[in-house]
């Protein structure tokens, strides 16, 4: 599983997690509801400065997420290798 991937995962399970919709955590973050999707779906990498903005509307510490993306990076890989 790649980075952007794994991010986009990890992304999406804290905005579930504080129940909003992606349309909540841009708005709150000040981004395009479009790029958030593109995040979401691993389809972009974001920048440093996207992942500050997202992590202080989520309220989350910047360093959790980045722990939480290397640890669920291995995991998501051996899951995919299993379906296949």
Request: aromatic share 4%; with cysteine; charged share 25%.
């Given at each position: 599983?790649?980075?952007?991937?794994?991010?986009?995962?990890?992304?999406?399970?804290?905005?579930?997690?504080k129940?909003?919709?992606?349309?909540k955590?841009?708005?709150?973050?000040?981004?395009h509801?479009?790029?958030?999707g593109?995040?979401?779906?691993?389809?972009?990498?974001?920048?440093?400065?996207?992942?500050f903005?997202?992590?202080?509307a989520?309220e989350?510490?910047?360093?959790?997420l980045?722990?939480?993306v290397?640890?669920?990076?291995?995991?998501?890989s051996?899951?995919?290798?299993?379906?296949?």
């Amino acid at each position: 599983m790649d980075l952007p991937t794994a991010f986009g995962v990890e992304l999406r399970k804290l905005r579930k997690a504080k129940g909003w919709s992606q349309m909540k955590l841009a708005m709150e973050a000040g981004l395009h509801l479009n790029a958030l999707g593109h995040l979401e779906r691993g389809e972009r990498t974001p920048s440093l400065h996207t992942v500050f903005v997202l992590c202080r509307a989520l309220e989350v510490p910047v360093a959790a997420l980045i722990a939480s993306v290397e640890l669920a990076k291995p995991l998501l890989s051996a899951e995919l290798h299993r379906q296949r």
